[in-house]
Every structure is written in structure tokens, then in C-alpha cells.
């Protein structure tokens, strides 16, 4: 195992209750009233489009394009002062272990997020002195491929962590060993799985890898 490629979102920490505290501000701030918490499990995974599609019909509001885009820049900018306020606190419990056990065995670490927010995050986290290379928005389209060329190490030699089937799809595509980090419905396919983050251990993975790569 030489590579390993970590979502932001659900594996480093929880981004979701993020952007759904910046959503909340741009309601109170557009429309004088907050969304309230119980909506938050309809927004967890949903990109910003989606999102902003669920504000709007929460309120029974239109936006035309611009307006759309207008309320997107908000959103990030609410969304930056969140961010401002992570702490090591809000990490994943166990990961920064995991991350230690990884660096410490010269496994080069990269960290994906699509909305191009993983350099602030693991900065403000602490954890940015063992990550080779954070994931842009440039990197979306093909993440897994991208970032494994970027670590330069072949794909084969990679493993993901991921929590939703789409990236688990795309991992396993750019032939990566795939660790799903979540319930196993919505895992299908992982060359591996566990129930919680904190049941990740270096010797797993490596083993997992091992038994796995030959065949990608």
C-alpha cells in the first residue's frame, strides 16, 4: 500500500452539518427565518444545486440563473465562516490516529473534496502536515484517478475511504481498494467495510490492500 485517498465529508469530518449551517444562515438572511434542524437529514449528500433547490422550495421561492448563482456565492461565503470555526474537536473520532499510523508508515496521503475546501479544513484541523495533496475543484470529475497521478502512485497501489456509493463507484473504476465507512446498504462492493471510522486500523487496511490488489 502506497497511497491513500480520504473524503473529506463523513471520513475527516462532518461536512454535511457544515453546509447545512451555512444554508441556515442564507435562509435567515434572505428570508428572515432559519431552516429548522429536523431538515438536515434531506440535506446529507446533496450537492450544492440540490441543496439550494431544497431551500427554495422549503420557502415556495423561485431564482432565475443569476439569482441561483447569486445564493450559491452566498452560501460558500457562510459556508467559509463556518469553516473558520472547525477545531481538532470536530474531528472524526480515531482518524487523526489513523492518519499518524499512515504517515508514520510512509503511505502518501491525499484528501478529496470536491467543493475545494480540503486545504482550509485540514489546516484549521490540524492534520495538514501529513497530507501530500488536497484535492481541488479541478480534481471532481475524476478525483480518484487525478489525485492517485498527483501522489504519484499507480492506482493499484491506492486505497479509498469513502462513505457513499457514487464515490465508491468511482474509486473502484480507477481500480483503487475500496473501504466503505458506513452502513452496508449504502456500500455495495467495497473491497472492505466497517461501521464507524473509529474501527480503522493501518494493519487492516494494509492487509485489506494486500488481498485485494493483485486483482484490480
Known amino acids: 500500500m502506497q497511497g491513500a485517498i480520504l473524503n473529506v465529508n463523513g471520513i475527516i469530518t462532518d461536512l454535511d452539518r457544515l453546509q447545512f449551517a451555512a444554508w441556515q444562515k442564507v435562509a435567515m438572511y434572505e428570508y428572515g427565518m432559519g431552516l429548522p434542524g429536523k431538515l438536515a437529514e434531506d440535506f446529507k449528500g446533496l450537492d450544492r444545486n440540490a441543496a439550494l433547490d431544497q431551500v427554495l422550495n422549503h420557502f415556495n421561492a423561485n431564482a432565475d440563473k443569476d439569482g441561483r448563482q447569486e445564493l450559491l ?3 460558500d461565503q457562510f459556508y467559509g465562516q463556518v469553516l473558520a470555526d ?3 474537536d470536530d474531528l472524526v473520532p480515531g482518524i487523526k490516529r489513523l492518519l499518524v499510523a499512515l504517515y508514520d508508515h510512509y503511505v502518501k496521503l491525499a484528501v478529496n473534496d470536491p467543493a475545494g475546501h480540503g486545504g482550509e479544513i485540514t ?3 490540524k492534520l495538514d502536515e501529513f497530507i501530500d495533496v488536497v484535492g481541488t475543484k ?3 470529475a475524476q478525483p480518484y484517478r487525478s489525485l492517485a497521478a498527483k501522489l504519484a502512485v499507480p492506482a493499484t ?3 479509498a475511504l469513502v462513505t457513499k456509493q457514487a464515490d465508491l463507484k468511482q474509486a473502484a473504476a480507477a481500480r483503487l481498494t475500496t473501504i466503505g465507512v458506513g452502513s452496508a446498504d449504502q456500500l455495495v462492493g467495497a473491497d472492505y467495510r466497517v461501521s464507524q471510522g473509529g474501527d480503522l ?3 487492516m487496511l494494509e492487509k485489506v490492500w494486500e488481498d485485494t490488489h493483485e486483482s484490480k
Open 73 to 75: 456565492a452566498e452560501q
Open 86 to 88: 472547525l477545531s481538532e
Open 123 to 125: 489546516k484549521q484541523l
Open 138 to 140: 479541478a480534481d471532481a
Open 157 to 159: 497501489g491506492c486505497i
Open 201 to 203: 486500523r493501518y494493519q
